[in-house]
């Protein structure tokens, strides 16, 4: 940083607000030709805008050489006006030495740019040899004043030459000062090399400013050519040049954040670009058509015309790719990283799921966070574990929500990259999102298919305990009592033999019933006449009124009929057990596309949780169907399956 | 023969009932018959009977309290003979107790022939051993295949009887052989086993179970 205190800079800038109002003042004063007004009226902008600056930061040096850069004009075209006085009749003051000195002043207009290239954006030069650049310039503009000194200006013809060692020294100052402007515009470039981000972007607000000068000059070419007058053609030139620089000077110093300076610049030199090459491609085209054609056919124009229509969108996108590889380059490397990835995954290469890694990486935010929004509403992390719904950049797809990106730190020019790397990414996202919801559907079936196999099993030992503890005891216990009578029937003894035989017969029929109940546990036998008949059977052992209508019903197979049952029964008895319902709906019936519909309402209390009644639920699925319940606190519950 | 005092724990009525009938039919004494574990216990504390003829599956869990019962009477009074009745081979809470002096396991259908569930009774009494053809299989069939592998088939029916608790004699009878074989076929199984035989019909069985047990793949 160039040590500068803040009264320096005060000083040199107020120094340089005297001057451009006094040269103003002047011109005004003095009736002169109107560039000696016009200049110093547009150059009072840049000395506003160096104030700004200069409150901003005082002791930067920016706001001086701002302020200079056009205000040395305006000493310059001064000096001018009291050197023209000095050969009338009425010269001015001090119009002597204006006269002396007037030719060789000249280096004094590159002065303020001068600075403002060396100072540009914070004072930071590349190394200690550059500090002796400002000396170099002095020297030389001193050495042109020398050099000069006495010649004098008659229109545009210079008269007094000077001859001998002063045009040595004048030749030899004109090097100097060529030098020392190239070199500051290499220690531009160098610094822009070695700045930081921020520095970058203000750099880069200044060769936007640069770029639309140029694109104006071109513009101003292009009208000169085409017969519009100088006035017209060059104003915007002068405008861009007079207003454009400061007021990029002042926003790069001290609002460099207010816009995407990296896209203004690279569509700019983009368009700059497609336009000086669409125009070469233009004359190029009327030169050679015209040529091999007729000179003075309107062939010539048309064909360019349309060549030149032909390739400036293709042209023109070429361009802004190379542009922006060049000019934005962080950008443009973090959205070509993210769609690499995306391709990388279509091709199989990588995992979908490491988009948020390769997000963090191409963002430069560790602490970014994506998460995907899942079919049920919910949000989840891409690892799965459920997270509250996020604040952040939405991702959609085809009209619907399907991520949420949260940046760790966030500014206008993160959220900017975010919406182009989420754009690059949105298929790895959304493959990640259905890979989820894969996920849950195969866990859910999964789960289900444990509890089938669960309630099987516990389904089979409960009927194993049934035959063991009941129907084979009881044919144990009938053995045992005809081995009994067989013994005391052999030592001859008749006595109560008919009512023993009697007995054992009841135990028989017993174990009979006995078996026929378990055998209808597993499947209930009413079933065998079909599924109206089986449902009757539950209709009229419901001790509450039950409405039941059965109509329509499709072709069904056992499974279907057995799961029908099965959804009636059991949603009737969760009914009278759970539910205290006073009143039973059911109705069952086949829509037109032979799928099996069982509703199933009452008028109990209700709360069962749409993920209630699982087993049924899992009986449900396990034949293809879907189960819904509805079940509000108070409300009653209705079970409709759709088979 | 003789009369046996035993203790009958069943909870199912009927086939208690007719258990006692049947036992009393037999010539025994029935002492006891109780309807669950915690009777069991103290009914053969109070009665110290030869035997106690116990249904493994009773009150109060229903699930395998007949044989905990049996295994604390065992460490209790180990003078006390025990048969274990069960509707199936359920074997997992008895296996201390398997093939130990004193101990049976018949499945509850063998009540219905009379003579060789009398035989069975009077075998533990004396601090035989009776097990159920069905547990002696199951066994058997969950042993290392290779180490029976080089018996013949009728050495392995022999040492199924045996394992059974059957002595030579009956292991005889039941299959229609003279003892003089018999003793041949457990000689051959003896040997081919690398068992030693000592002539006692019950170490034998012991053995036998011992050596099953012990090639148990866990």
């Not at chain 1, 500090?131 to 042109?144: D, K, R, S």
């Not at chain 1, 770029?211 to 053609?233: E, M, P, R």
């Not at chain 1, 005809?482 to 135990?507: C, K, N, S, Y």
């Not at chain 2, 049947?22 to 029935?30: I, K, N, Q, R």
Request: net charge negative; aromatic share 4%; proline share 4%.
């Amino acid at each position: 940083m160039i040590g500068m205190s803040s009264l320096a800079g005060r000083a040199l800038t107020a120094a340089a607000t005297v001057a451009a109002v006094g040269g103003l003042a002047l011109g005004l004063a003095t009736g002169a030709e109107v560039g000696y007004v016009a200049v110093p009226g547009a150059g009072l902008l840049a000395v506003v805008v160096a104030w700004v600056i200069v409150r901003h930061d005082p002791t930067s040096p920016v706001g001086p050489a701002l302020a200079w850069s056009t205000s040395s004009i305006t000493v310059v075209l001064t000096n001018d006006l009291l050197a023209e006085s000095a050969e009338t009749a009425d010269p001015l003051p001090l119009a002597g030495l204006a006269h002396e000195v007037w030719v060789g002043l000249w280096p004094l207009n590159l002065a303020g740019v001068f600075a403002l290239l060396l100072v540009f954006p914070d004072g930071r030069r590349p190394g200690r040899l550059w500090a002796g650049l400002p000396f170099l310039f002095a020297g030389a503009a001193v050495g042109m004043v020398v050099g000069m000194w006495g010649a004098g200006q008659v229109g545009n013809q210079i008269v007094g030459e000077p001859t001998g060692w002063r045009r040595m020294l004048a030749l030899l100052s004109m090097a100097g000062i060529a030098a020392s402007m190239a070199l500051a515009v290499l220690s531009l470039v160098l610094r822009y090399r070695a700045g930081d981000e921020r520095r970058r972007r203000q750099f880069r607000w200044l060769a936007l400013a640069g770029v639309v000068v140029v694109l104006c000059l071109l513009g101003g070419w292009v009208g000169l050519s085409a017969g519009v007058g100088t006035a017209v053609s060059m104003t915007p030139f002068l405008i861009a040049i007079v207003a454009l620089v400061p007021l990029a000077v002042g926003i790069a110093v001290v609002r460099h954040d207010l816009f995407d300076i990296d896209r203004l610049l690279s569509a700019s030199l983009a368009w700059l670009m497609t336009l000086v090459l669409s125009a070469a491609v233009f004359a190029a085209t009327v030169m050679v058509a015209s040529r091999a054609l007729d000179a003075n056919g309107r062939i010539g124009p048309t064909a360019a015309a349309f060549v030149t229509a032909l390739l400036l969108l293709p042209l023109h996108r070429y361009i802004t790719n190379l542009v922006g590889r060049l000019v934005d380059r962080d950008r443009h490397v973090a959205v070509q990283t993210v769609e690499r990835f995306a391709a990388e995954v279509r091709l199989g290469r990588r995992q979908p799921e490491e988009v948020e890694a390769v997000l963090r990486d191409a963002q430069d935010d560790e602490n970014l966070q994506v998460c995907l929004l899942r079919p049920d509403g919910t949000w989840v992390r891409l690892d799965g574990s459920a997270v509250p719904e996020p604040t952040g950049h939405t991702i959609e797809a085809g009209g619907h929500v399907i991520a949420r990106i949260t940046l760790g730190w966030t500014s206008a020019r993160a959220r900017r990259r975010l919406a182009d790397l989420a754009q690059a990414a949105w298929v790895p996202l959304e493959v990640s999102r259905l890979r989820i919801g894969l996920r849950d559907a195969l866990d859910a079936v999964e789960a289900s298919r444990v509890r089938l196999a669960q309630a099987a099993a516990a389904e089979r030992k409960r009927l194993e305990r049934d035959l063991h503890d009941g129907a084979q005891q009881r044919l144990v216990s009938t053995g045992m009592r005809l081995r009994l009578l067989q013994r005391r029937l052999q030592r001859g003894d008749v006595g109560t033999a008919t009512e023993e035989l009697d007995l054992a017969v009841g135990e028989l029929e017993a174990t009979v019933a006995e078996l026929r109940r378990i055998a209808h546990g597993v499947r209930p036998q009413r079933l065998d006449d079909g599924l109206a008949p089986a449902l009757e059977a539950v209709r009229a052992a419901s001790p509450v009124p039950l409405a039941m209508a059965v109509h329509d019903l499709p072709e069904l197979d056992e499974t279907r009929a057995l799961t029908a049952y099965l959804v009636v029964s059991e949603a009737v008895t969760n009914a009278l057990k759970h539910a205290h319902a006073g009143r039973i709906e059911v109705d069952v019936a086949g829509d037109e596309d032979h799928r099996l519909c069982v509703d199933v309402r009452d008028d109990g209390i209700g709360g069962i949780p749409p993920t209630g009644l699982v087993t049924l639920r899992d009986r449900v699925l396990a034949v293809g169907g879907h189960l819904e319940v509805h079940s509000p606190v108070g409300g009653g519950t209705a079970v409709r399956a759709v088979l | 023969v003789s009369r046996l005092r035993l203790v009958v724990a069943e909870d199912a009525l009927l086939f208690r009932e007719g258990l006692v009938r049947l036992l009393a039919e037999l010539g025994h004494d029935v002492v006891a018959a109780v309807a669950d574990a915690s009777a069991l216990c103290s009914a053969v504390a109070e009665h110290r009977p030869d035997l106690a003829v116990v249904d493994v599956r009773m009150p109060p869990d229903l699930d395998a309290d007949g044989a905990r019962a049996a295994t604390q009477i065992r460490a209790e009074q180990p003078e006390v003979g025990l048969l274990l009745l069960s509707q199936h081979i359920e074997l997992r809470h008895c296996l201390p107790l398997l093939g130990t002096p004193g101990f049976g396991y018949l499945l509850k259908d063998r009540v219905l022939h009379l003579d060789e569930f009398d035989d069975a009774l009077q075998r533990i009494a004396e601090g035989g051993v009776a097990l159920d053809a069905e547990v002696v299989q199951a066994l058997v069939r969950s042993r290392s295949a290779t180490a029976l592998d080089a018996l013949t088939e009728r050495e392995r029916e022999v040492l199924g009887l045996v394992a059974q608790g059957h002595s030579n004699t009956a292991v005889a009878r039941l299959l229609r052989l003279s003892e003089r074989t018999v003793e041949a076929h457990m000689r051959a199984v003896f040997t081919k086993l690398g068992l030693h035989d000592d002539g006692s019909t019950h170490r034998r069985v012991l053995a036998v179970l011992a050596y099953l047990e012990s090639h148990a793949p866990r």
